[in-house]
């Protein structure tokens, strides 16, 4: 089981939905069905305070080794971005689900 969780270290996929006519021909609007989106991130290895590459940045954002602030701080000087306050209300409420699913997991 290992191995399997390992292959799948820093990987990023993306999925959409896309429209696939059946029967009776018909053509719906894209706007009506296809703005589900669908990430699946697995972050690689552990965070590391001189990476700025994208995966070194999921590190930051979606594994359980910082605090909020921590992630915050990390952001704006590591990664030069300039965070709001709608950025930190999220980033504190990302915080408390990655938790719960680590102590639920």
């Known amino acids: 089981m290992?191995?399997?969780a390992n292959r799948k270290e820093g990987v990023a996929n993306h999925y959409s939905m896309k429209e696939e006519c059946l029967g009776n021909r018909w053509k719906e609007k894209a706007e009506n069905y296809g703005m589900m989106h669908i990430f699946m991130l697995y972050?690689?290895?552990?965070?590391?305070?001189?990476?700025?590459s994208f995966q070194n940045l999921m590190n930051v954002l979606f594994k359980n080794e910082h605090s909020a602030e921590e992630k915050l701080e990390i952001?704006?000087?590591?990664?030069g971005i300039k965070v709001t306050e709608t950025m930190e209300e999220?980033?504190?409420e990302m915080s408390h689900i990655c938790m719960y699913y680590e102590q639920e997991g």
Do not use: H
Not at 44 to 51: F, H, L, Q, S
Not at 75 to 79: E, G, N, S, T
């Open 2 to 4: 290992q191995e399997y």
């Open 43 to 52: 972050p690689k290895g552990k965070y590391d305070a001189k990476d700025t």
């Open 75 to 79: 952001l704006r000087k590591q990664f």
């Open 90 to 92: 999220e980033v504190e």
